[in-house]
């Protein structure tokens, strides 16, 4: 291995806090900023190994933490909104766009989150569109399929992605079916 240039750089939790805070002003897209500052968490991680274990590492360490923590938290929200709206307009695409990024977990949290934003009349009817959407989309899939039990969603001109986004949201409204 051969020796090459390198820099020091130095970082102060205020340092830190202000740029986060200027960069988070600045960005137009919260999902991007998020993914920005996790890997802005990493980079502090990786680079910063020698100081790993001092009470300043851990200083840095616990404000990236905290910075991150609060825009994962204004992502949630920011897909909780749209997926409100997304299901308010029975909108299958927009539901997959949001389905699709996020842990099944992550997912589960912000439906329940809409869900409880939702009137009783909103709420049967994604029940009642949800349940269609799945038995069709099933049966459409079944239908195009050479083999028993082995449905054929590609076949049937359906996107698996909004299968599954689908059928999550059917399973969370619509336990029994």
Same mark, same amino acid.
Request: charge should be negative; aromatic fraction near 6%; charged fraction near 20%.
């Given at each position: 291995?051969t020796?090459?240039?390198?820099i020091?750089?130095?970082?102060?939790?205020?340092?830190?806090?202000k740029?986060c805070?200027?960069?988070l002003?600045?960005?137009?897209?919260?999902n991007?900023?998020?993914?920005?500052?996790v890997?802005?968490?990493?980079?502090?991680?990786?680079?910063?190994?020698?100081a790993?274990?001092?009470?300043?590492?851990?200083?840095?360490?616990t404000?990236?933490?905290?910075?991150?923590? &609060?825009?994962r938290?204004a992502? !949630?929200?920011?897909?909780?909104?749209? @997926? +409100?709206r997304a299901? =308010?307009?029975?909108? *299958?695409?927009?539901?997959t766009?949001?389905?699709?990024?996020?842990?099944?977990?992550?997912?589960?949290?912000?439906? &329940?989150t809409?869900?409880?934003? !939702?009137?009783?009349?909103d709420?049967? @009817? +994604?029940?009642?569109? =949800?349940?269609?959407? *799945?038995?069709?989309a099933?049966?459409?899939?079944?239908?195009?399929?050479?083999?028993?039990?082995?449905?054929?969603?590609?076949?049937?001109?359906?996107?698996?992605e909004?299968?599954?986004?689908?059928?999550?949201?059917?399973r969370v409204?619509?336990?029994?079916?």
């Amino acid at each position: 291995m051969t020796d090459s240039p390198s820099i020091n750089i130095t970082i102060s939790s205020a340092e830190l806090k202000k740029f986060c805070r200027d960069f988070l002003k600045r960005s137009t897209d919260i999902n991007k900023a998020h993914h920005t500052l996790v890997t802005l968490e990493t980079f502090i991680s990786v680079f910063g190994q020698s100081a790993h274990g001092t009470p300043e590492y851990q200083e840095i360490a616990t404000t990236i933490k905290t910075i991150n923590e &609060q825009s994962r938290q204004a992502l !949630l929200e920011k897909n909780t909104l749209d @997926l +409100i709206r997304a299901l =308010s307009q029975c909108n *299958v695409i927009a539901l997959t766009a949001i389905h699709t990024p996020l842990s099944r977990n992550g997912f589960y949290q912000i439906l &329940q989150t809409a869900i409880s934003q !939702l009137t009783d009349d909103d709420i049967r @009817l +994604i029940m009642i569109w =949800s349940a269609n959407w *799945v038995k069709e989309a099933r049966q459409l899939a079944d239908n195009a399929s050479e083999y028993p039990d082995a449905p054929d969603f590609i076949k049937a001109g359906i996107s698996i992605e909004e299968y599954q986004s689908m059928s999550d949201i059917d399973r969370v409204l619509n336990p029994q079916s």
